[in-house]
């Protein structure tokens, strides 16, 4: 029954030409050609198409032959490919909707105005999906929303840093710090500072959201970009995270084991390439591991790092 590959991108014609090359051991465009009733130019480029999908294999040799990949695993990649593919439309569809919302609402200015719990709700999901490196928030009570953020572990899975600054009241809310830990075990850098009285999430130092005011009777938040405001928020920010404390997880959560083994190596002098050869990672991933014990231990490089670690008997 043609048809039932063309959510995967398979024209119909072409999944008769596979269905007919999967009877077979191997055939020609010609063998393929008298069992379809079609010519035999018609079948190579359909089975040129097939090829390029992953679904048909060219047989080595001068003459045209070609075999069928086993359908489970060839029709899987093609599903994954086509996900892939649809990610990234759904992605396009983020941008376009910013262009719509730009044209419709003085977009281009520096600084724009959300009101409304449901607006702000909507510009936090949207500056995290839209985000490619990075996440750094201040956060403290109250919430007009739920105080958890769904969103987080999603952009951290694919690769969005999260460093947050808490304040200590935000840890007396229930669940709260329940949350923070379970952040923090996805990856999220975490700390806390006492005296914080904005809130505000940057998304790669290019996009702001800040509540105006801790009043929930009345919801209203900016939206900044690219200007010397944001310039001086992320300056606010640097400066905040260089005098917060780490949060510490339970102390059977701070030190992975793997961490720990990143420190042995560490501390034994090993260059970068070979650490990352030992643990099986690559050296991106080791390197962005490394800053991550860095910060949990206040140290300005390697050396401090394994001094700090073996004071703490982590080593």
């Known amino acids: ?17 596979y269905r007919a090359i999967l009877t077979r051991h191997q055939a020609s465009p010609a063998d393929l050609a008298a069992d379809l009733g079609h010519s035999a130019d018609r079948i190579a480029r359909a089975l040129d198409r097939l090829r390029e999908q992953g679904l048909v294999g060219r047989l080595a040799g001068s003459r045209r032959r070609y075999a069928a990949i086993e359908p489970q695993a060839a029709v899987t990649a093609l599903v994954r490919t086509r996900a ?9 569809a983020t941008r376009l909707s910013a262009l719509f ?25 949207q500056l995290q999906q839209e985000a490619r490196e990075e ?24 690769g969005v840093q999260y460093r947050a600054i808490y304040a200590p009241e935000a840890l007396e809310w229930p669940g709260v710090l329940g949350d923070i830990r379970e952040l ?8 806390v500072l006492p005296g914080l009285r904005v809130k505000v999430a940057i998304a790669d130092r290019r996009l702001a959201l800040m509540p105006l005011s801790l009043d929930l009777t009345r919801v209203r938040a900016a939206v900044i970009r690219p200007s010397t405001l944001l310039d001086a928020l992320v300056d606010y920010w640097e ?8 949060l510490d997880a339970p102390a059977d959560d ?30 991106r991933t080791m390197r962005r591991r490394i800053s991550r014990l860095h910060d949990l231990l206040g140290a300005a490089n390697r050396f401090q790092a394994g001094v700090i670690a073996a004071r703490r008997g982590w080593l």
């Open 254 to 283: 701070i030190l992975a084991e793997d961490d720990r083994a990143l420190l042995t190596l560490l501390v034994s002098g090993l260059k970068d390439e070979a650490i990352a050869r030992q643990l099986g990672w690559s050296v």
């Open 239 to 246: 400066l905040a995270w260089r005098q917060a404390v780490p």
């Open 184 to 191: 923090v075990r996805h990856g999220e850098q975490a700390r």
């Open 84 to 92: 892939a593919e649809l990610d990234q439309v759904q992605a396009a």
């Open 1 to 17: 029954m043609s048809g039932e590959l063309t959510a995967a991108g398979v024209d119909p014609f072409d999944e008769e030409v």
């Open 135 to 158: 996440i750094i928030t201040l956060d403290r009570p109250p919430y007009a929303l739920t105080t958890s953020n769904p969103v987080e572990k999603t952009a951290m899975a694919r």
């Open 101 to 125: 919302a730009s044209a419709h609402s003085g977009r281009g200015e520096e600084i724009e105005i959300a009101d409304g719990s449901e607006a702000l709700g909507r510009w936090f999901v």
